[in-house]
């Protein structure tokens, strides 16, 4: 497509269920990243794919978080156990290459009540 | 955690005034980036800079990437209604990338 995908905009759910976030790059980006946004912040970067692999993982804040990218183009962010302080704006960016440009998805909005 | 500082949080200017916002780090990043985000939306790229002392234009917007490489400024010039919304400053080393917390900029006609 033109430009970076996610689906789907808006999620809610419930304390503890699990959630799966997806994010469909740019064509020809090799590069795909995943981003949190809570409220009157900027994004803060979790986790980093070139290709098929994790190259960095390093933001993601524990271990209910969760990407795959298994063909190395649509990506799915998964969160198991939801906590209430998950609730943010999940970007997802696509870029050229390690290092370049990243253009934006505009988000999915996630709710844990 | 974010690592930039940006600054004002907030503006507040009539149409035509021109505005300035910048950004500063205690690291140093080898391009810096503009972005400006409406509410619903992603982060829309506005400008990327890749060498230290540069400065770059995009119609009314010019950015410069500061010397020390660890700060950057945006300008806008005659703004227009259509400005409103929240722009961020991120800095970027390889794959890294880190965001200020944004400046609100509103408009009024």
Not at chain 1, 34 to 44: F, I, K, V
Not at chain 2, 2 to 25: A, H, K, R
Request: overall charge neutral; hydrophobic content about 30%.
């Amino acid at each position: 497509g033109a430009g970076v995908s996610q689906t789907p905009s808006n999620k809610v759910t419930e304390k503890g269920k699990y959630v799966e976030l997806r994010c469909d790059p740019i064509s020809g980006h090799t590069a795909l990243y995943w981003y949190r946004q809570s409220l009157g912040q900027g994004p803060e970067f979790l986790i980093y794919f070139q290709g098929t692999g994790a190259a960095d993982d390093s933001g993601l804040p524990n271990d209910r978080f969760f990407a795959v990218r298994p063909e190395g183009s649509v990506s799915t962010l998964k969160i198991q156990r939801t906590e209430r302080g998950d609730s943010a704006v999940y970007l997802c960016a696509s870029s050229f290459g390690r290092g370049g440009d990243q253009y934006f998805g505009a988000g999915t909005r996630l709710s844990v009540l | 955690g974010q690592q930039l500082n940006q600054s004002p949080q907030s503006m507040f200017i009539q149409e035509g005034e021109d505005v300035s916002m910048n950004c500063t780090s205690s690291s140093i990043f080898n391009t810096w980036l503009w972005y400006k985000q409406d509410p619903g939306e992603g982060p829309v790229l506005l400008i990327a800079l890749y060498k230290a002392g540069e400065l770059t234009s995009n119609g009314r917007l010019t950015a410069q990437f500061g010397i020390t490489r660890k700060d950057s400024f945006l300008n806008i010039s005659a703004s227009i209604p259509s400005d409103v919304g929240i722009y961020f400053c991120a800095g970027q080393r390889g794959n890294d990338m880190r965001f200020g917390a944004g400046t609100r900029l509103t408009v009024k006609p």
